[in-house]
């Protein structure tokens, strides 16, 4: 698979068209694999889809005591699988990016696999071939460096876990990699900041 996956949230206009597309997708069950989530709801509508980041070493599939999560050839991080998975739910907790979810109504995990049968025969996901926006842009990378500014990003640091993606989220060019905590750290300086304006109000 030659193509690449990548996300830009500052694309994201919230229309939900990628989940609806999702949910629509033969083999869902009418459940979308892909969330609209909230960049910074207290101070900002930005949303950005989620989708399954499709990590190099899966850390659902790592802690699964079934091994009902496979890994293709080609690095795409399959569902679960039925007949192994026994729903207990630690991929759902061991995936940084809160991506599979456990669907109580078939005691299974299910999550997004790039729609592997799509993608494997050189097509789009679903969700890609409806965001009018090309938020979710899948296909070659020289086509999106043609049209595009910023950087794709696949390297993540949750401290000193670093993690590594196929798929990839949009940064400013003079970003390489992805600081999760940093990020929180900074946003937690941001409240006691406007938590200290507010006192100043008050006063
Ligand atoms: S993003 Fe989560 S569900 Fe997807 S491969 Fe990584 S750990 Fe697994
Ligand atoms: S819920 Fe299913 S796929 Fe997830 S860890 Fe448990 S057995 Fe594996």
């Known amino acids: 698979m030659d193509s690449v996956f990548i996300v ?21 069950r009418g459940v979308s694999m892909i969330h609209l989530e909230f960049v910074d709801r207290a101070h900002s509508v930005q949303t950005t889809p989620q989708v399954c980041m499709h990590c190099e070493e899966p850390t659902c599939a790592q802690v699964c005591p079934a091994d009902a999560i496979k890994q293709t050839p080609d690095g795409v991080t399959q569902s679960s ?20 979810k456990y669907q109580v109504e078939i005691d299974q995990m299910m999550k997004c696999d790039m729609c592997y049968d799509r993608t494997s025969v050189g097509k789009r996901p679903m969700c890609a071939t409806v965001c009018p926006s090309e938020a979710l842009y899948f296909g070659p990378l020289e086509e999106w460096r043609g049209r595009r500014r910023g950087r794709p990003v696949g390297t993540w640091r949750f ?16 970003v390489d990699r992805i600081d999760v905590w940093a990020d929180k750290r900074q946003g937690a300086g941001r409240e006691d900041r406007l938590d200290e304006r507010r006192a100043e109000v008050a006063d």
């Open 81 to 100: 699988l039925k007949p192994r998975c026994i729903g207990c739910q630690n991929c759902v907790l061991a995936c940084p990016y809160g991506v599979p």
């Open 159 to 174: 401290g000193r876990q670093v993690v590594r993606t196929r798929v990839m989220m949009v940064m400013p060019e003079s």
């Open 8 to 28: 830009d949230p500052a694309r994201c206009i919230g229309c939900e068209a990628c989940v609806q597309a999702c949910a629509e997708c033969g083999t869902h």
